[in-house]
Protein backbone atom coordinates (compact mmCIF):
# COMPACT_ATOMS: atom_id res chain seq x y z
CA UNK A 1 0.00 0.00 0.00
CA UNK A 2 2.87 2.30 0.58
CA UNK A 3 4.70 1.71 -1.77
CA UNK A 4 1.56 2.21 -4.59
CA UNK A 5 0.38 5.67 -3.17
CA UNK A 6 3.93 6.97 -2.02
CA UNK A 7 7.21 5.50 -3.98
CA UNK A 8 5.42 4.77 -7.07
CA UNK A 9 4.12 8.26 -8.07
CA UNK A 10 6.90 9.71 -6.93
CA UNK A 11 9.49 7.75 -9.16
CA UNK A 12 6.45 8.15 -12.30
CA UNK A 13 6.63 11.69 -12.20
CA UNK A 14 10.82 11.77 -11.11
CA UNK A 15 11.37 9.72 -14.48
CA UNK A 16 8.53 10.97 -16.60
CA UNK A 17 10.24 14.36 -16.04
CA UNK A 18 13.34 13.63 -16.31
CA UNK A 19 12.69 12.17 -19.88
CA UNK A 20 10.60 14.96 -21.24
CA UNK A 21 13.47 17.17 -20.18
CA UNK A 22 16.22 15.00 -21.72
CA UNK A 23 13.67 14.76 -25.31
CA UNK A 24 12.96 19.40 -24.76
CA UNK A 25 16.98 19.21 -24.97
CA UNK A 26 17.56 17.21 -28.08
CA UNK A 27 15.73 20.54 -29.69
CA UNK A 28 16.76 23.09 -27.61
CA UNK A 29 18.38 23.01 -24.56
CA UNK A 30 16.72 26.49 -23.04
CA UNK A 31 13.48 24.76 -23.66
CA UNK A 32 15.33 21.85 -21.43
CA UNK A 33 16.07 24.16 -18.87
CA UNK A 34 12.91 26.12 -18.65
CA UNK A 35 10.88 22.62 -18.22
CA UNK A 36 13.32 21.63 -15.38
CA UNK A 37 13.04 25.04 -13.31
CA UNK A 38 9.33 24.65 -13.63
CA UNK A 39 9.37 20.26 -12.93
CA UNK A 40 11.59 21.88 -9.71
CA UNK A 41 9.06 24.58 -8.63
CA UNK A 42 6.34 21.64 -9.51
CA UNK A 43 7.94 19.96 -6.04
CA UNK A 44 7.62 23.16 -3.78
CA UNK A 45 3.75 23.14 -4.42
CA UNK A 46 2.62 19.84 -2.73
CA UNK A 47 5.18 20.46 -0.17
CA UNK A 48 3.48 24.48 0.35
CA UNK A 49 -0.13 22.67 0.31
CA UNK A 50 0.72 19.96 2.97
CA UNK A 51 2.21 23.05 5.17
CA UNK A 52 -0.58 24.91 4.59
CA UNK A 53 -3.12 22.27 5.34
CA UNK A 54 -1.64 19.77 7.42
CA UNK A 55 -2.69 20.92 10.53
CA UNK A 56 -6.40 21.16 10.02
CA UNK A 57 -6.22 18.36 8.26
CA UNK A 58 -5.05 15.94 11.67
CA UNK A 59 -7.31 17.85 13.53
CA UNK A 60 -10.34 17.02 11.02
CA UNK A 61 -9.43 13.31 11.12
CA UNK A 62 -8.99 13.03 14.89
CA UNK A 63 -12.52 15.01 15.35
CA UNK A 64 -13.93 12.67 12.83
CA UNK A 65 -12.36 9.22 14.35
CA UNK A 66 -13.57 10.70 18.15
CA UNK A 67 -17.34 11.64 16.46
CA UNK A 68 -17.15 7.76 15.24
CA UNK A 69 -16.04 6.87 18.31
CA UNK A 70 -18.74 8.58 20.36
CA UNK A 71 -21.33 7.29 18.08
CA UNK A 72 -20.54 3.74 18.26
CA UNK A 73 -20.46 3.96 21.73
CA UNK A 74 -23.61 5.82 22.24
CA UNK A 75 -25.01 2.80 20.24
CA UNK A 76 -23.70 0.02 22.46
CA UNK A 77 -24.97 2.26 25.66
CA UNK A 78 -28.25 3.15 23.54
CA UNK A 79 -30.10 0.82 26.14
CA UNK A 80 -29.03 2.69 29.22
CA UNK A 81 -29.64 5.53 26.94
CA UNK A 82 -33.09 5.35 26.97
CA UNK A 83 -33.20 3.95 30.79
CA UNK A 84 -31.70 6.89 32.23
CA UNK A 85 -33.25 9.32 29.86
CA UNK A 86 -30.24 10.34 28.38
CA UNK A 87 -31.28 11.00 25.12
CA UNK A 88 -31.43 14.96 24.69
CA UNK A 89 -27.99 14.79 26.18
CA UNK A 90 -26.63 12.71 23.55
CA UNK A 91 -27.87 13.74 20.91
CA UNK A 92 -27.30 17.55 21.41
CA UNK A 93 -23.48 16.60 21.98
CA UNK A 94 -23.71 14.96 18.85
CA UNK A 95 -24.84 17.91 16.93
CA UNK A 96 -22.45 19.85 19.08
CA UNK A 97 -19.54 17.62 17.50
CA UNK A 98 -21.07 17.17 13.88
CA UNK A 99 -21.11 20.91 14.22
CA UNK A 100 -17.49 21.33 14.86
CA UNK A 101 -16.76 18.72 12.31
CA UNK A 102 -18.90 21.02 9.62
CA UNK A 103 -16.55 24.05 10.40
CA UNK A 104 -13.43 21.97 9.72
CA UNK A 105 -14.93 20.33 6.49
CA UNK A 106 -15.55 24.13 5.39
CA UNK A 107 -11.85 25.23 6.14
CA UNK A 108 -10.42 22.16 4.53
CA UNK A 109 -12.49 22.72 1.45
CA UNK A 110 -11.50 26.37 1.47
CA UNK A 111 -8.01 25.89 1.71
CA UNK A 112 -8.30 23.02 -1.05
CA UNK A 113 -9.24 25.44 -3.22
CA UNK A 114 -7.13 28.02 -3.21
CA UNK A 115 -4.35 25.30 -3.28
CA UNK A 116 -6.10 24.16 -6.48
CA UNK A 117 -6.56 27.44 -8.10
CA UNK A 118 -2.33 28.05 -7.15
CA UNK A 119 -1.81 24.86 -8.26
CA UNK A 120 -3.71 25.32 -12.04
CA UNK A 121 -2.43 29.16 -12.23
CA UNK A 122 1.30 27.70 -11.78
CA UNK A 123 0.57 24.85 -14.80
CA UNK A 124 -1.11 27.54 -16.83
CA UNK A 125 1.54 30.21 -16.30
CA UNK A 126 4.86 27.97 -17.30
CA UNK A 127 3.21 26.49 -20.44
CA UNK A 128 2.06 30.21 -21.58
CA UNK A 129 6.09 30.70 -20.71
CA UNK A 130 6.72 27.37 -22.72
CA UNK A 131 4.50 28.85 -25.41
CA UNK A 132 6.36 32.31 -25.32
CA UNK A 133 9.68 30.94 -25.31
CA UNK A 134 9.50 28.26 -28.04
CA UNK A 135 7.77 30.81 -30.05
CA UNK A 136 10.56 33.63 -29.64
CA UNK A 137 12.59 30.95 -30.69
CA UNK A 138 10.95 29.92 -33.54
CA UNK A 139 11.04 33.47 -34.26
CA UNK A 140 14.39 33.73 -34.09
CA UNK A 141 15.19 30.96 -36.09
CA UNK A 142 16.81 28.67 -33.48
CA UNK A 143 14.65 26.17 -33.80
CA UNK A 144 11.94 25.21 -36.74
CA UNK A 145 8.39 24.22 -36.63
Do not use: D
Amino acid sequence: MFYAHTISPIMIALLTSAVMVIFMGRYSPAAAVYAAAVYIIGIFIPLWNGKRGGQTGMEFRTSFGELNSFVLSALRGLSETIQYGMGKEKRHEMQERSEKLGKMQRKLSCLEGTQRAVTNFVILFASFGMLFLMGEMYRQGEIGF
